[in-house]
């Protein structure tokens, strides 16, 4: 931004647009170290609210400090911009500017908003008892290590001043683990009396550590909840093992630590749990791209190595409730079953039957596997280059043999798929 340029954001005039959580997110998460972000810049018309793209008014060759009027491009009225003189700023009305940058910030916010207004709805009468980590259900372990993990790459983040890095790891873990997966998951026993209990005590201390968490970021809205949280779930946490301290002003409260919470690591479930998410987006997938209906119920196959399917196969609830699964069949060796719609997701091989036809098939099957022969020579024409070999750092290496081994594994999925068509 330049201000000889005019093509400058006035703060203020954000805050009145989106909000000043909105401008602080989008400031934190914009933050790129040494490149430069471009902001297009919108005029907020003050008789009708609508926007006009300043890049749209400002003539070739010109800069936004030489435009003074602007014509509005819903209402049709004049108005002055900042850069005009009193007496047409006084007869026309001045527009703010903004960008459209800040609605990523403003959705962030409303998806915190409401997600809070669905937790606060269940937790009432929320317990504070002794459990044992271990006993708990398979989603609970879940998100309480990856909460563990979440906390200690947000302070690594933050300790090299990676504004942007930790933006992006809690609104992974809030939007994607959170909401998407641990709320979804946990709905189906806050309905049930009998389990209500444990799920309303993780929800309300997942809800006190992400309003921590999300608290240097998006301060008004965050210290809002904290005061209705208080009031509904004054005493969180697992007695024992995680004991935050509770105050009643957010703002003062002790941040997570930053080892996180070691009570909580669990690696075998977080890889465990990325395979039941793998099998959950693969059947997603192949349901929206043969249209089958959200309520209609399907029949799955899973074939994997038994090491897998040792895995899933005590998680198979999860899969029949977030996929819309009526029934699920774990297996080593299988021939696709005629007409079904069959996807490759890591190490897992999906039929979901009667969804598609034959030759539809075929043909995206084709289309999957050039495009898995085209990442994996990529893959493997990076690991040819010495130079990349010999300068990357190792993990990075490291990393790129892995996925070389994953898209292998891939390929030779999708090329025994396109056997069993033509068998």
């Not at 459990?131 to 990856?146: F, G, Q, T």
């Not at 479930?269 to 059947?283: I, S, T």
Request: charge should be neutral.
């Amino acid at each position: 931004m330049s201000k000889s340029k005019g093509n400058g954001v006035d703060p203020l005039d954000v805050v009145e647009v989106y909000g000043a959580d909105a401008l602080r997110y989008t400031m934190a998460d914009m933050a790129t170290e040494t490149q430069d972000v471009r902001m297009p810049v919108d005029y907020v018309c003050p008789h009708c609210s609508q926007l006009t793209p300043q890049a749209s008014v400002v003539p070739h060759g010109k800069q936004p400090a030489d435009v003074f009027q602007v014509t509005c491009q819903g209402c049709k009225k004049k108005f002055a911009t900042q850069w005009a003189k009193s007496e047409q700023k006084d007869v026309l009305g001045v527009a703010r500017e903004t960008s459209e940058k800040f609605e990523v910030g403003r959705n962030f916010c409303n998806k915190v908003w409401n997600s809070a207004r669905f937790a606060f709805m269940n937790l009432e009468g929320a317990p504070y008892e002794a459990l044992n980590v271990a006993d708990l259900p398979v989603e609970d372990r879940w998100i309480l290590a990856k909460l563990s993990e979440t906390i200690r790459a947000c302070h690594g983040a933050l300790s090299g001043y990676y504004f942007s890095i930790a933006m992006k790891i809690l609104r992974d873990f809030f939007w994607d683990s959170f909401c998407d997966w641990y709320i979804e998951l946990s709905k189906p026993r806050l309905r049930d009396p009998q389990r209500a209990g444990v799920a309303k005590q993780v929800l309300a201390f997942m809800m006190d550590q992400n309003l921590r968490l999300l608290s240097p970021l998006l301060p008004f809205i965050t210290e809002r909840l904290w005061q209705q949280l208080n009031r509904l779930a004054p005493r969180r946490g697992i007695p024992g093992v995680a004991e935050p301290q509770i105050n009643d002003i957010l703002m003062v409260s002790q941040f997570p630590p930053a080892d996180g919470w070691p009570a909580f690591d669990d690696p075998v479930v977080l890889n465990m749990f990325e395979d039941v998410q793998a099998a959950v987006r693969g059947v997603r997938d192949l349901r929206n791209k043969c249209k089958v209906p959200l309520k209609q119920k399907v029949r799955v196959t899973i074939k994997a190595t038994q090491e897998h399917l040792d895995l899933l196969s005590d998680q198979q609830h999860i899969l029949l409730e977030a996929a819309g699964v009526e029934s699920l069949s774990l297996v080593t060796e299988s021939a696709r079953p005629r007409n079904a719609g069959t996807t490759v997701v890591g190490p897992l091989q999906l039929f979901v039957h009667d969804i598609s036809d034959d030759e539809a098939e075929r043909r995206r099957l084709e289309q999957e596997l050039a495009a898995v022969e085209k990442r994996l020579a990529g893959v493997r024409a990076k690991l040819a280059n010495e130079k990349f070999v010999n300068n990357a750092k190792p993990e990075v290496v490291e990393a790129e043999r892995n996925r070389l081994i994953d898209l292998e594994k891939s390929l030779a999925a999708v090329q025994e798929s396109l056997a069993d068509l033509a068998g």
